[in-house]
């Protein structure tokens, strides 16, 4: 599975837009870039995903490069329950169907009143 | 809809003991994944289960196994506990018919210490 790269923290300010990165440089072809969140004890939260467009949703929007070797997730109005761990996976298919996500270690994502 | 539900949400247990979790995916999902985090090496994949049949598995020892039954409901088992297998245990659910353009949900987990 292709390795990601995320910073291990980060701040943001309430109200801002929180702009979390990603590299993934040995992405192949037919590879979604998948972002999941996890609030302290809690299981993870599906975000968004996307191959190689631009994806938004009611949630967050998810920019790919054009290369497809790094992305950036945008929370365009963080609150203070966006405070959690974000995960950036890039997801292949083993066999048909298979379903298996590789978790790095996430950012830390700490919204500030 | 409900959720993935994971039964039970905390669990005890001493070393040498076997335990079982269990997880309920969402209606019409097929698909079950089971997934162990610490805090020393994060998420890591156990195994997935389709159609009462592992599909895949990962890099865990024989002592971490697991079934499925007909209605998608899963279980999985540590046999010979050891202290190094407190963990938060999560089951993930999904359709399971596409490749990687599918959605995973999480139940919210089995904290499991063992003393």
């Known amino acids: 599975d292709a390795k990601t790269t995320q910073p291990p923290s980060m701040d943001c300010a309430e109200g801002r837009a929180a702009n979390l990165p990603c590299n993934h440089s040995?992405?192949?072809?037919?590879?979604?870039v998948y972002w999941y969140r996890q609030i302290h004890s809690q299981g993870p939260q599906y975000i968004i995903h996307?191959?190689?467009n631009n994806e938004t949703n009611e949630m967050a929007s998810l920019i790919i490069t054009e290369d497809r070797k790094s992305s950036t997730l945008i929370l365009p109005h963080a609150t203070l329950r966006d405070t959690a761990v974000y995960y950036c996976?890039?997801?292949?298919?083993?066999?048909?169907?298979?379903?298996?996500?590789?978790f790095g270690q996430g950012t830390r994502l700490t919204i500030n009143p | 809809k409900a959720g993935v539900t994971q039964t039970p949400r905390y669990l005890i247990k001493t070393r040498g003991q076997q335990v079982t979790l269990s997880c309920s995916p969402i209606?019409?999902?097929?698909?079950v994944s089971w997934y162990q985090q610490t805090p020393g090496q994060g998420l890591q994949f156990l195994f997935e289960y389709f159609s009462e049949t592992q599909r895949n598995k990962g890099n865990f020892p024989g002592r971490f196994s697991g079934r499925q039954f007909s209605n998608s409901r899963s279980e999985m088992n540590v046999s010979t506990l050891e202290l190094g297998d407190s963990a938060l245990y999560l089951c993930a659910s999904s359709p399971g018919t596409e490749s990687t353009n599918e959605k995973l949900f999480f139940g919210s987990g089995t904290q499991l210490s063992v003393l």
């Open positions: 996307g191959l190689k």
């Open positions: 040995t992405i192949s072809g037919n590879e979604y």
């Open positions: 996976i890039v997801r292949v298919s083993i066999i048909q169907g298979a379903q298996k996500l590789v």
């Open positions: 209606s019409g999902h097929r698909s």
